[in-house]
C-alpha cells in the first residue's frame, strides 16, 4: 500500500464557527471536507492555551510533588507541577513561574524533557514537559484563587513505586514521568 503525502491526508476546513469562548475553555465547529470527498458538517475542536509540566528535583535530589482537588472526576489528584502558559510567555517561562507560584521553588539548571499532544483528535494545543534539577525553596507561593495545593517532597524510589503502582492518574503527567525513570534516571536511584 503506498504511503501518502501528509497535505494528501489533510482536512479542509469549509467554515468555521466559534461556539463558546470562556476563559478556560473555547469550542468551534468546523465544516470540513475530507480526501475522501466526503463533508463532515460539526466536527468540535476543543482550543486550550499551551500546557506545561515540571518534574522538579530539589538540590538534595528529591522530587517536588503536589496534591489538589479535580473537580471533573471529583478526586484528589497526585501530580507534578503544571499549569498554562500566559500571553506572551514562553513554555520554559510558564514552567519557571508554575513552579514558583505552585511551590515556592525556583532555580535550578533546566531541561526540556517532552512534547506532547494531550488530545490531537479535538485539542489545538501541546503540553510541554521539563526537568528541573537542583530547585530550592526561596520564593513564596502565589496560588490562584482555585488552587488549594499540598507540596510534599519524596525520593525517587519512592516517586517511581507511585508510579508503578498507579498513583499517578494524569496521562500528561505519567508519560514525562515514565521517560524521566526510563532515560535520566539511573536503575539504583530506583532500588
Not at 32 to 37: E, K, R, Y
Not at 84 to 99: C, S
Not at 133 to 139: F, H, K, L
Amino acid at each position: 500500500m503506498k504511503e501518502r503525502k501528509d497535505e494528501e491526508m489533510a482536512w479542509k476546513v469549509l467554515a468555521s464557527e466559534t461556539v463558546i469562548e470562556r476563559p478556560w475553555l473555547t469550542a468551534r465547529r468546523d465544516r470540513v471536507l475530507l480526501p475522501t470527498g466526503k463533508i463532515h458538517p460539526e466536527y468540535y475542536v476543543l482550543h486550550y492555551p499551551t500546557w506545561i509540566n515540571v518534574i522538579a528535583e530539589t538540590a538534595d535530589g528529591r522530587i517536588i510533588l503536589e496534591r489538589q482537588y479535580r473537580h471533573a472526576l471529583g478526586v484528589v489528584s497526585t501530580e507534578i507541577c503544571a499549569g498554562v502558559a500566559e500571553e506572551g510567555e514562553t513554555p520554559l517561562q510558564a514552567a519557571r513561574r508554575e513552579l514558583q507560584e505552585e511551590t515556592g521553588y525556583t532555580g535550578g539548571d533546566w531541561q526540556p524533557l517532552l512534547r506532547m499532544a494531550p488530545n490531537p483528535s479535538s485539542n489545538d494545543n501541546y503540553c510541554y514537559s521539563f526537568l528541573a534539577r537542583g530547585v530550592e525553596r526561596n520564593a513564596e507561593r502565589h496560588l490562584d484563587e482555585t488552587e488549594d495545593i499540598d507540596v510534599s517532597l519524596h525520593t525517587k524510589r519512592e516517586v517511581y513505586q507511585m508510579l508503578c503502582e498507579g498513583k499517578f492518574i494524569q496521562a500528561l503527567m505519567i508519560a514525562p514521568l515514565w521517560k524521566y525513570f526510563a532515560t535520566i534516571v539511573s536503575p539504583d536511584e530506583i532500588k
